[in-house]
């Protein structure tokens, strides 16, 4: 009897311990389980951010072309040449006015005789004829004030949020007559994905602004022009194919800036969608 009240007394013994285990072991393991879920969710969303600059235009493409029609193809091609040849123009204006309303000043603004810079000189008179880019920005002074840089860069892609993405996002909403539809898809591409077309420029040099200044907080030694361009390969061939005596950290710079540029123009997209989801209704309904 005693044996058996023993054998009872051990095994009970035995299944507190292991219940007392098991509810240590849950309870260390439930913040790593938390931790692990948070990190799951954060990529799930950055996943979705950035699939949804396609999955905004194969809705658009599809809901205008719901079969194959030439004239609806070169409605597209056609819409999209002009609403081009506007944009270009506006596009680099606004970087200029970014400058002048954040506090900095314009001298020269070189736009392509293409683009009308010709009719936009008698206007501006700070625009130049002719550009070895579609336009750019030559002179402007920020008074080395980072923000007003930042504003100069920007600017022209308030025009993505406000009209290029909610005008794409339409398309998909109004199925009653493609052929409009294919217009405004056409007009819209230059526009909502201007960001993306823009990454070896403004955006990159939107993101080594904010590198450059970031670094040097802790290295006041840098100049901060040195990772600075709107141009990034023309900024690479500088830098490290020629006598400019390029180091490691030129290179870890660099590819900071063009990760935080392509950062900052998925989430100028995102900003876009949220925005077109409050203006945009559905015309089928």
């Keep these: 009897m005693d044996t058996f009240l023993t054998e009872v007394s051990h095994r009970r013994g035995s299944v507190m311990w292991s219940r007392s285990c098991r509810k240590t072991i849950t309870a260390h393991a439930k913040p790593a389980i938390a931790g692990a879920g948070h990190i799951g969710r954060l990529l799930r969303r950055a996943y979705r951010m950035l699939k949804l600059p396609v999955d905004d ?3 658009a493409l599809t809901a205008c072309l719901t079969r194959f029609n030439v004239l609806h193809v070169l409605s597209i091609a056609a819409a999209f040449a002009v609403a081009w040849w506007v944009y270009v123009p506006i596009h680099e204006l606004l970087h200029a006015y970014g400058c002048l309303l954040t506090g900095g000043e314009v001298t020269r603004l070189e736009i392509d005789p293409l ?22 920005l030559t002179g402007f002074d920020t008074h080395n004030n980072d923000l007003t840089y930042l504003a100069t860069d920007f600017l022209p892609f308030t025009l993505t949020i406000l009209i290029g993405i909610p005008l794409l996002r ?6 009653q007559n ?3 539809g294919c217009i405004a898809l056409g007009a819209a591409i230059p526009v909502a994905y201007a960001p993306f077309i823009s990454i070896p420029g403004d955006y990159y040099e939107m993101g080594s602004i904010l590198v450059s200044r970031l670094v040097a907080l802790w290295s006041p030694s840098l100049p901060l022009a040195r990772w600075r361009s709107d141009d990034l390969f023309k900024l690479v061939g500088e830098l490290f194919f020629s006598d400019a005596g390029a180091s490691v950290g030129d290179a870890a ?29 559905d015309q089928s309904r």
């Excluded at 339409?170 to 199925?175: F, L, S």
């Design 178 to 180: 493609p052929l409009r």
């Design 253 to 281: 710079g660099v590819l900071a800036s063009s990760l935080v540029g392509i950062v900052l123009a998925f989430v100028t997209y995102w900003i876009g969608a949220q925005f077109a989801r409050l203006v945009v209704r």
């Design 170 to 175: 339409w398309v998909a909403t109004d199925r």
């Design 57 to 59: 235009y194969f809705t």
């Design 115 to 136: 683009y009308g810079a010709a009719l936009l000189q008698q206007i501006f008179p700070f625009v130049a004829v002719g550009s070895s880019y579609a336009g750019q």
